[in-house]
Protein backbone atom coordinates (compact mmCIF):
# COMPACT_ATOMS: atom_id res chain seq x y z
CA UNK A 1 0.00 0.00 0.00
CA UNK A 2 2.74 2.20 0.91
CA UNK A 3 4.53 1.84 -2.56
CA UNK A 4 1.01 2.22 -4.37
CA UNK A 5 0.61 5.98 -2.27
CA UNK A 6 3.88 6.75 -2.89
CA UNK A 7 3.13 5.98 -6.77
CA UNK A 8 0.41 7.66 -7.29
CA UNK A 9 2.20 10.77 -5.31
CA UNK A 10 4.72 10.95 -7.86
CA UNK A 11 2.51 10.74 -10.50
CA UNK A 12 0.22 13.27 -9.07
CA UNK A 13 3.54 15.57 -9.04
CA UNK A 14 4.72 14.38 -12.20
CA UNK A 15 1.63 15.67 -13.73
CA UNK A 16 1.74 18.94 -11.91
CA UNK A 17 4.84 19.44 -13.53
CA UNK A 18 3.66 18.70 -17.05
CA UNK A 19 0.76 21.04 -16.70
CA UNK A 20 2.69 23.47 -15.49
CA UNK A 21 5.57 23.11 -18.72
CA UNK A 22 2.17 22.91 -20.82
CA UNK A 23 0.87 26.24 -19.33
CA UNK A 24 4.50 27.61 -20.09
CA UNK A 25 4.68 26.79 -23.32
CA UNK A 26 1.23 27.65 -24.46
CA UNK A 27 1.82 31.01 -23.01
CA UNK A 28 5.45 31.61 -25.09
CA UNK A 29 3.35 30.40 -28.25
CA UNK A 30 0.36 32.53 -27.93
CA UNK A 31 3.19 35.72 -27.03
CA UNK A 32 5.45 34.70 -30.15
CA UNK A 33 1.91 34.90 -32.50
CA UNK A 34 0.47 38.24 -30.60
CA UNK A 35 4.52 39.59 -31.32
CA UNK A 36 4.67 38.36 -35.06
CA UNK A 37 0.70 40.23 -35.77
CA UNK A 38 1.60 43.24 -33.66
CA UNK A 39 5.23 43.33 -36.15
CA UNK A 40 2.75 42.88 -39.29
CA UNK A 41 0.10 45.17 -38.11
CA UNK A 42 3.51 47.53 -37.40
CA UNK A 43 4.79 47.24 -40.97
CA UNK A 44 1.66 47.55 -42.32
CA UNK A 45 0.69 50.79 -40.71
CA UNK A 46 4.20 51.99 -41.84
CA UNK A 47 3.54 50.41 -45.59
CA UNK A 48 0.33 53.02 -45.35
CA UNK A 49 1.98 55.50 -43.94
CA UNK A 50 4.63 55.46 -47.13
CA UNK A 51 1.89 54.72 -49.64
CA UNK A 52 -0.40 57.50 -48.66
CA UNK A 53 2.52 60.48 -49.56
CA UNK A 54 3.52 58.93 -53.04
CA UNK A 55 0.07 59.14 -54.68
CA UNK A 56 -0.52 58.21 -57.82
CA UNK A 57 2.94 58.68 -59.08
CA UNK A 58 4.53 55.38 -60.05
CA UNK A 59 7.78 56.12 -58.44
CA UNK A 60 9.12 58.34 -55.65
CA UNK A 61 12.76 59.33 -55.18
CA UNK A 62 14.24 60.55 -51.52
CA UNK A 63 17.54 61.73 -50.44
CA UNK A 64 19.93 58.49 -49.00
CA UNK A 65 20.47 60.50 -46.09
CA UNK A 66 18.89 63.01 -44.12
CA UNK A 67 18.28 66.36 -45.99
CA UNK A 68 17.43 67.92 -49.45
CA UNK A 69 17.55 66.53 -52.70
CA UNK A 70 20.30 68.28 -55.32
CA UNK A 71 18.60 70.46 -57.51
CA UNK A 72 19.02 69.01 -60.84
CA UNK A 73 17.53 65.57 -59.63
CA UNK A 74 14.14 66.45 -61.51
CA UNK A 75 16.02 67.23 -64.06
CA UNK A 76 18.12 63.89 -64.33
CA UNK A 77 15.08 62.45 -63.66
CA UNK A 78 13.54 64.08 -66.52
CA UNK A 79 15.79 62.68 -68.79
CA UNK A 80 15.25 58.64 -67.81
CA UNK A 81 13.38 56.71 -70.33
CA UNK A 82 9.56 56.34 -70.04
CA UNK A 83 9.51 59.14 -67.40
CA UNK A 84 6.13 61.16 -68.43
CA UNK A 85 6.31 63.51 -65.52
CA UNK A 86 8.19 64.53 -62.24
CA UNK A 87 7.26 66.98 -59.88
CA UNK A 88 9.28 68.14 -57.12
CA UNK A 89 7.62 67.80 -53.96
CA UNK A 90 8.62 71.54 -52.18
CA UNK A 91 7.73 71.76 -48.09
CA UNK A 92 8.81 74.53 -46.16
CA UNK A 93 7.75 76.52 -42.92
CA UNK A 94 4.79 78.92 -42.94
CA UNK A 95 2.18 80.48 -40.77
CA UNK A 96 -1.79 80.71 -40.75
CA UNK A 97 -3.17 83.92 -38.89
CA UNK A 98 -6.86 83.31 -37.47
CA UNK A 99 -9.65 85.77 -38.15
CA UNK A 100 -8.53 88.51 -35.83
CA UNK A 101 -4.95 88.43 -37.40
CA UNK A 102 -3.20 86.60 -34.78
CA UNK A 103 -0.48 83.98 -35.63
CA UNK A 104 -2.38 80.19 -34.85
CA UNK A 105 -0.44 78.57 -32.68
CA UNK A 106 1.18 75.95 -34.63
CA UNK A 107 3.73 76.40 -37.53
CA UNK A 108 2.36 75.68 -40.97
CA UNK A 109 3.74 72.87 -43.05
CA UNK A 110 3.75 74.57 -46.51
CA UNK A 111 3.64 71.86 -48.89
CA UNK A 112 3.74 72.23 -53.34
CA UNK A 113 0.27 70.80 -55.11
CA UNK A 114 2.17 69.69 -58.88
CA UNK A 115 0.76 71.40 -62.02
CA UNK A 116 0.06 67.56 -63.19
CA UNK A 117 -3.23 66.32 -61.88
CA UNK A 118 -1.38 62.71 -62.27
CA UNK A 119 1.40 63.50 -59.57
CA UNK A 120 -0.64 64.84 -56.69
CA UNK A 121 -0.53 62.99 -53.81
CA UNK A 122 -2.43 65.21 -51.50
CA UNK A 123 -6.34 63.89 -50.86
CA UNK A 124 -8.63 67.02 -51.96
CA UNK A 125 -11.84 66.80 -49.54
CA UNK A 126 -13.29 69.60 -50.03
CA UNK A 127 -13.34 72.53 -52.87
CA UNK A 128 -10.86 72.33 -55.64
CA UNK A 129 -7.08 72.47 -56.28
CA UNK A 130 -5.20 76.22 -56.38
CA UNK A 131 -4.36 77.22 -60.20
CA UNK A 132 -2.80 80.58 -59.78
CA UNK A 133 -0.02 81.57 -56.84
CA UNK A 134 -3.16 83.22 -54.87
CA UNK A 135 -4.90 80.43 -54.38
CA UNK A 136 -4.36 77.90 -51.66
CA UNK A 137 -5.55 74.53 -49.75
CA UNK A 138 -5.75 74.29 -45.88
CA UNK A 139 -6.38 71.10 -44.48
CA UNK A 140 -9.71 70.51 -43.47
CA UNK A 141 -8.50 71.13 -39.38
CA UNK A 142 -7.20 73.89 -39.89
CA UNK A 143 -9.85 75.44 -42.21
CA UNK A 144 -12.25 74.61 -39.25
CA UNK A 145 -10.24 76.37 -36.40
CA UNK A 146 -9.71 79.55 -38.21
CA UNK A 147 -13.92 79.45 -39.54
CA UNK A 148 -12.89 79.52 -42.73
CA UNK A 149 -14.52 77.42 -45.97
CA UNK A 150 -13.48 77.39 -49.48
CA UNK A 151 -14.60 80.47 -51.40
CA UNK A 152 -12.98 82.73 -48.41
CA UNK A 153 -10.23 84.76 -47.98
CA UNK A 154 -7.74 84.30 -45.32
CA UNK A 155 -4.42 85.43 -44.18
CA UNK A 156 -1.12 84.08 -44.01
CA UNK A 157 1.93 84.89 -43.19
CA UNK A 158 4.86 85.88 -45.98
CA UNK A 159 8.61 84.15 -46.60
CA UNK A 160 9.64 87.55 -45.59
CA UNK A 161 7.95 87.93 -42.84
CA UNK A 162 4.52 89.98 -43.90
CA UNK A 163 1.29 89.26 -44.58
CA UNK A 164 -0.83 88.14 -47.93
CA UNK A 165 -4.21 87.97 -48.10
CA UNK A 166 -5.00 84.46 -49.87
CA UNK A 167 -8.04 82.53 -51.65
CA UNK A 168 -9.20 79.12 -50.16
CA UNK A 169 -10.09 77.23 -52.62
CA UNK A 170 -10.15 73.65 -50.58
CA UNK A 171 -9.38 72.09 -48.43
CA UNK A 172 -7.41 68.93 -47.74
CA UNK A 173 -7.97 65.81 -46.28
CA UNK A 174 -5.53 65.20 -43.03
CA UNK A 175 -4.63 61.25 -43.57
CA UNK A 176 -3.16 62.14 -47.44
CA UNK A 177 -0.44 62.89 -45.33
CA UNK A 178 0.73 61.54 -42.08
CA UNK A 179 4.12 62.86 -41.85
CA UNK A 180 2.78 66.00 -41.31
CA UNK A 181 0.29 65.29 -38.64
CA UNK A 182 -0.39 67.75 -35.84
CA UNK A 183 0.93 70.73 -37.61
CA UNK A 184 -1.73 72.97 -40.36
CA UNK A 185 -1.21 72.58 -44.21
CA UNK A 186 -1.00 74.54 -46.16
CA UNK A 187 -1.32 73.79 -50.02
CA UNK A 188 -0.08 76.03 -52.73
CA UNK A 189 1.19 75.81 -56.67
CA UNK A 190 4.78 74.30 -56.98
CA UNK A 191 5.62 78.21 -58.23
CA UNK A 192 3.92 79.75 -55.16
CA UNK A 193 6.05 77.89 -52.37
CA UNK A 194 8.81 80.57 -52.13
CA UNK A 195 6.22 83.35 -51.51
CA UNK A 196 4.50 81.64 -48.30
CA UNK A 197 7.11 79.41 -47.19
CA UNK A 198 11.13 79.56 -46.13
CA UNK A 199 13.55 76.97 -45.31
CA UNK A 200 11.95 75.42 -48.84
CA UNK A 201 13.61 72.00 -49.16
CA UNK A 202 12.84 69.04 -51.91
CA UNK A 203 12.01 66.09 -50.46
CA UNK A 204 11.52 64.09 -53.42
CA UNK A 205 10.24 64.40 -57.18
CA UNK A 206 7.87 61.88 -58.12
CA UNK A 207 7.88 59.94 -61.27
CA UNK A 208 5.12 59.39 -63.58
CA UNK A 209 5.73 56.07 -65.70
CA UNK A 210 4.43 56.28 -69.51
CA UNK A 211 4.20 52.25 -69.43
CA UNK A 212 6.14 49.62 -70.35
Known amino acids: MTTYRYTVAELRGQLRQLVLTGAAIALGVAFLIASVSGSGALVDSFSQTASAEVGPGDVQVTPAAKGALDTDTAARARQVAKV ?11 GVLTADRRPLGDAAVVSSVAADPA ?28 AAAPGADIRLVRADGGTATAHLVGTLDGRGAPSFAGHPI ?27
Open 186 to 212: IGVPDGAVQRYATGVTATGPTHQGSGP
Open 84 to 94: AGVSLRLTGRG
Open 119 to 146: LRWQLLKDGRWPSTPGEVLLDADTARRI
